[in-house]
């Protein structure tokens, strides 16, 4: 199994930027596919990005491409993924997710652990 546990979420305005992190504990991170999704109030759950074992391939949602990034490292067993030109549409509950299902998912019944997640709010 895995631990997931999310952090940098906050208020911000529009235009800014923020960097979320998930760190991962248990198994070996590096046997993973990790990926971001979002829950905004009165909505489904939705794929953000996703990010490959070894961290050579990305794939994201149209919604966030060119202006999220997701990154992992993992020799400090962490998943990133920044944030700029943050609009109010994104404003949401974002969690990591981790599966051993490859070979890239955005499908979310294909994550089998899930962190906790992290509010982010942007202002017009």
């Known amino acids: 199994q895995v631990q997931l546990v999310e952090s940098g979420g906050g208020l911000v305005q529009a235009g800014a930027s923020l960097r979320l992190s998930c760190a991962a504990s248990g198994r070996t991170f590096s046997s993973y596919v990790m990926g971001w999704f979002r829950q905004a109030p009165g909505k489904e759950r939705e794929f953000v990005a996703a990010?490959?074992?070894?961290?050579?391939?990305?794939y994201y949602a149209d919604s966030v491409k060119g202006r999220f990034t997701i990154s992992r490292d993992n020799a400090k067993n962490t998943l990133y993924l920044q944030m700029n030109s943050l609009k109010p549409e994104d404003t949401a509950v974002y969690y990591c997710?981790?599966?051993?299902?490859?070979?890239?998912?955005?499908?979310?019944?294909?994550?089998?652990?899930w962190g906790q997640g992290t509010q982010v709010t942007v202002s017009s």
């Open positions: 997710a981790a599966t051993l299902r490859g070979p890239l998912a955005s499908e979310e019944y294909k994550y089998g652990y």
């Open positions: 990010i490959s074992w070894s961290g050579g391939r990305t």
